[in-house]
């Protein structure tokens, strides 16, 4: 008798049969090669000017063309493609461990502590984040794109909590956990080694789906000048900049949103693979 597949195993076979998510993780997959070794195999670096090519239209020399400063728009792309992709690897594992860890401790402790922690959750829910962090991130210029990245994730969280809470509910009148209860294992070591992980399938999915939305968040708080600061780059920046003059020169907003909208769209196929995989193996 063959032996039994594990469950990691099934939900990679249900991945491997899904051209969508094959697609994705391939796209995914040359889009970060891309933005690893671009910088070493662009002759221009993202800072530099080339003052004899002002609105260059793609050419040998300049790939993507050039800014109407002269700055090399494939440099540029590259360099906007690592800060967005760290931003929203950073908001979206950070913003998945803070829903977890709410929504699981609200929902297993009941009583005042669920009350507590979600009323702060609809307090978040209420407020205008994306107003809120245009009005303090030019506060904190010179902090670095760590504060971007925090405030990203502190208000991108709380629908998940409100998720995670419900689920933690369901779980914890289920045997494991009232085995590991009459054990005399305590509360909070319970909802850490038994209820979260049970939820690791729906985590992984809202982290792996979080990132694409945090790219456009920091892409559309960058392009209103709200986000990453000069003179470092991010898509939203490379986008904003070539944006009044994008209509008689189309490559200045053509490259930097097309590699937008391809980082997006692969991040999407490899949430939707893993949600049909997981949830069809659960």
Do not use: C
Not at 144 to 149: P, S
Not at 169 to 190: D, H, K, N
């Amino acid at each position: 008798m063959a032996p039994m597949a594990s469950r990691g195993t099934l939900v990679l076979r249900a991945m491997i049969r899904s051209p969508e998510t094959i697609g994705g993780l391939v796209l995914l997959t040359a889009l970060v090669l891309l933005a690893l070794v671009g910088p070493s195999i662009s002759p221009w670096a993202y800072d530099q000017k080339d003052f004899t090519a002002l609105l260059s239209p793609p050419t040998a020399e300049h790939w993507f063309g050039t800014s109407q400063i002269g700055a090399d728009l494939f440099a540029q792309t590259v360099r906007g493609m690592q800060k967005s992709l760290l931003i929203g690897l950073l908001v979206a594992v950070i913003s998945t461990a803070l829903a977890a860890v709410v929504g699981a401790f609200a929902g297993y402790f009941g009583g005042w502590a669920d009350r507590m922690l979600m009323w702060g959750v609809d307090l978040l829910l209420v407020l205008p984040g994306f107003l809120i962090i245009s009005i303090l991130s030019p506060r904190l210029r010179g902090s670095g794109f760590v504060v971007l990245v925090l405030l990203l994730a502190v208000f991108g969280w709380m629908l998940t909590a409100r998720i995670v809470r419900g689920l933690t509910v369901s779980l914890r009148e289920r045997e494991f956990v009232q085995a590991a209860r009459y054990m005399g294992i305590s509360g909070p070591r319970i909802v850490l080694r038994h209820i979260i992980p049970n939820l690791s399938s729906f985590l992984i999915i809202d982290g792996a789906l979080n990132v694409s939305g945090a790219i456009i968040g920091e892409a559309g708080l960058s392009f209103f000048g709200f986000g990453v600061q000069p003179p470092d780059v991010s898509l939203g920046t490379v986008i904003a900049a070539g944006a009044p003059a994008a209509i008689p020169h189309p490559w200045l907003f053509v490259f930097p949103a097309g590699v937008l909208i391809l980082i997006v769209l692969s991040v999407n196929l490899i949430g939707d693979g893993l949600r049909d995989a997981l949830e069809g193996r659960s």
